[in-house]
């Protein structure tokens, strides 16, 4: 045992002139960031835990909240999520993990659909060719509803009211299909790239 007390002296002395060198306090773990998205109604929240999750809802209003950045207008950091809407499930298959958004019809340079400035999306759009590119910059200029922050992270929601089915709104309560489908994409590192974890698809069904 005597002889290793030398390396064991050694030892302690570099980690005391390591502490007496190095100011702890500059050394920060990576914070804890919630990145769940989550399907709202009333005071329900649906955690969504898979790539493919299927949600029951009432027939009427609800919401998708999410985590993301706010756009970076200093940086030109453009972030934002892009959400289509199906009554198609097969269009879900058009978009998987690894795969460029150049080749995704519905996501693809182009294809954000228009909104209004302030209020953003009134309404869920159905359309395979297109997408609601939701960002927020200001309370001026938005497309999602801004909750919270959370060290640097924003909290969003995507409130959904009625639909917009072959060029006219619908009220939720009044459609005669008892499903849809949701897909959306959260551009994190912005190289338009779907990234692992980056890609969510919703089955949403109406429990009456």
């Known amino acids: 045992m005597t002889k290793y007390i030398p390396v ?7 980690v005391c002139i390591f502490l007496e060198t190095v100011d702890l306090s500059s050394i920060t773990t990576t914070p804890t960031i919630p990145k769940h998205i989550t399907v709202v109604q009333d005071d329900k929240e649906t955690i969504i835990t898979e790539d493919h999750q299927k949600v029951y809802v009432n027939k009427r209003e609800f919401a998708i909240r999410f985590f993301h950045k706010k756009y970076d207008t200093i940086n030109n950091k453009s ?3 892009k959400l289509s809407a199906f009554l198609d499930k097969r269009y879900l ?3 998987e993990t690894d795969l460029a958004v150049e080749y995704i019809p ?12 302030k209020q953003g999306y009134d309404c869920l759009y159905f359309n395979n060719r297109a997408n609601h590119y939701l960002f927020y910059k200001t309370e ?3 497309r999602l509803y801004l909750l919270d ?4 992270y924003a909290h969003f929601e995507f409130p959904i009211n009625q639909f917009f089915i072959d060029k006219k709104r619908q009220a939720i309560k009044s459609v005669p299909f008892s499903e849809f489908f949701i897909i959306l994409f959260i551009d994190k590192n912005l190289n338009e790239i779907i990234d692992e974890g980056e890609l969510t698809k919703l089955t949403i069904a109406f429990k009456d």
């Open 8 to 14: 064991i002296c050694l030892i302690v002395l570099a």
């Open 79 to 81: 972030y934002n999520a």
């Open 93 to 95: 298959y058009q978009a």
């Open 106 to 117: 519905f996501f693809k340079p182009g294809t954000g659909m228009a909104a209004r400035r």
């Open 140 to 142: 001026d200029d938005k």
């Open 149 to 152: 922050e959370v060290d640097g």
